[in-house]
């Protein structure tokens, strides 16, 4: 998996914060479908780079890309004020507790001074997503068929094909 999120073009992140993405991800979005093909980090870092990752949290003036700065930051800092150790270097358990903390909206007040962990994690999360959902290599693994473009679909129903489509291997067996 590390290859993958390997920091291949990585210019936006610090180091730090590229350890802290790559640990936060597999523990956000577990997979029992194994890898996906697609560089989470350098894609993440490229959008943050870029200003694809534009517009403002909403209910708040805040940027996007600053409560993802500002967040990966405060995980940092909050990491080492109570475990002494990076969030990339913690146990698996205790990384899976504390995403559970950000997520509940629990964090020190101290370190979290400019937004909230769930402001952070949704933010963080919700742009992730976008990431994923847009490689064509996820879509057959849940269950999307892509898109429409540039036909459409006519035939709705159970075990029914449009005339374009090829056939499946159950209807060969049966022919």
Same mark, same amino acid.
């Given at each position: 998996?590390?290859?993958?999120?390997?920091?291949?073009?990585?210019?936006?992140?610090?180091?730090?914060?590229?350890?802290?993405?790559?640990?936060? !991800?597999?523990?956000?979005?577990?997979?029992?479908?194994?890898?996906?093909?697609?560089?989470?980090?350098?894609?993440?870092?490229?959008?943050?780079?870029?200003?694809?990752?534009?517009?403002?949290?909403?209910?708040?003036?805040?940027?996007? /890309?600053?409560?993802?700065? &500002?967040?990966?930051?405060?995980?940092?800092?909050?990491? !080492?004020?109570?475990?002494?150790?990076?969030?990339?270097?913690?146990?698996?358990?205790?990384?899976?507790?504390?995403?559970?903390?950000? /997520?509940?909206?629990?964090?020190?007040?101290?370190?979290?001074?400019?937004?909230?962990?769930?402001?952070?994690?949704?933010?963080? &999360?919700?742009?992730?997503?976008?990431?994923?959902?847009?490689?064509?290599?996820?879509?057959?693994?849940?269950?999307?068929?892509?898109?429409?473009?540039?036909?459409?679909? !006519?035939?709705?129903?159970?075990?029914?094909?449009?005339?374009?489509?090829?056939?499946?291997?159950?209807?060969?067996?049966?022919?």
């Amino acid at each position: 998996m590390r290859n993958r999120l390997a920091a291949s073009d990585v210019s936006f992140f610090t180091p730090e914060d590229q350890n802290t993405v790559i640990a936060l !991800y597999p523990i956000i979005f577990p997979s029992h479908l194994g890898d996906i093909g697609v560089n989470v980090l350098a894609l993440l870092d490229q959008r943050m780079r870029e200003n694809k990752i534009n517009g403002y949290v909403k209910g708040t003036t805040l940027q996007k /890309v600053d409560v993802i700065r &500002t967040g990966l930051r405060y995980v940092a800092t909050e990491c !080492y004020t109570q475990f002494h150790h990076p969030f990339s270097t913690l146990e698996k358990k205790l990384q899976i507790s504390y995403v559970g903390q950000l /997520v509940e909206n629990i964090g020190s007040s101290e370190v979290w001074i400019k937004i909230t962990p769930k402001l952070f994690f949704t933010t963080f &999360t919700y742009e992730l997503l976008k990431i994923i959902y847009a490689d064509p290599s996820v879509w057959s693994d849940i269950g999307f068929g892509g898109p429409a473009f540039p036909r459409g679909y !006519y035939t709705f129903g159970f075990d029914q094909f449009d005339p374009w489509e090829a056939p499946n291997n159950e209807q060969n067996k049966n022919h």
